[in-house]
């Protein structure tokens, strides 16, 4: 079975830019999750999608967002770029929707390192 | 709010021997999940261990395994007989999620 991919691998931006970010889950997995990775805040919950809807969303502005599609693939969003954005975002995908509660292992795609310039 | 802390951004450890990695945690929930996830250099992250909140056998896989205290909210990794492959960046994960700043062990020759 494919594993989570995820698209582009590697993206070069300037600030005041806008960028997409996508990832295919593992087939038969429903959840998406979307992550930022930095070296000095470690791995931060952007959003989850399940079914299409977004179910649980992390603490960021208003300029990162998503969307996930009937196939369960996922997009990113990141509007107006900034230089605090140069981050890897990883996407991972799970059966089910992850709640406090569930038992839910994310399997994890390569990431997209995004650097703004 | 839920909280993952791991205290430790790097250790090192030499091939062979034993090493511990700490994390604590908070959360109001009184049935979770915590995991241990393995990001070796530039490949992707992957599950560990995982612990069900309600089982008070401690999880073990191979050479990895845990020590769960629940009432302190501590769920530290123990890694026995480290290999060079060991080396990786160690997340530490509640069910929510949420996820630890990460521990970067480094397993030396």
């Known amino acids: 079975k494919a594993g989570v991919t995820q698209t582009p691998r590697y993206l070069i931006k300037t600030r005041g830019q806008q960028v997409t970010l996508s990832c295919s889950p593992i087939?038969?997995?429903?959840?998406v999750s979307w992550y930022q990775q930095t070296p000095g805040q470690g791995l931060q919950f952007l959003f989850e999608y399940f079914s299409e809807t977004q179910r649980n969303k992390g603490n960021f502005p208003g300029r990162f967002s998503g969307r996930q599609f009937s196939n369960s693939r996922s997009e990113m969003n990141v509007s107006t770029l900034e230089l605090g954005d140069s981050a890897l975002y990883l996407c991972a995908s799970s059966l089910e929707s992850g709640t406090a509660q569930s038992y839910n292992e994310q399997f994890f795609g390569p990431g997209t390192r995004l650097t703004v310039l | 709010a839920q909280t993952v802390t791991q205290s430790q951004p790097e250790m090192s450890v030499q091939e062979a021997e034993t090493v511990t990695l700490s994390c604590t945690y908070d959360t109001s929930e009184s049935n979770y999940y915590l995991f241990w996830y393995k990001q070796p250099p530039s490949r992707q992250m992957i599950l560990v261990i995982r612990q069900e909140a309600y089982k008070q056998q401690n999880a073990t896989e191979n050479r990895f395994s845990v020590n769960f205290q629940k009432a302190a909210k501590s769920f530290s990794l123990k890694i026995s007989d480290s290999q060079l492959g060991d080396t990786a960046m160690y997340f530490c994960?509640?069910?929510?999620?949420?996820f630890g700043a990460g521990t970067r062990l480094t397993v030396k020759p």
């Open positions: 994960a509640l069910s929510g999620p949420r």
């Open positions: 087939s038969g997995h429903r959840s």
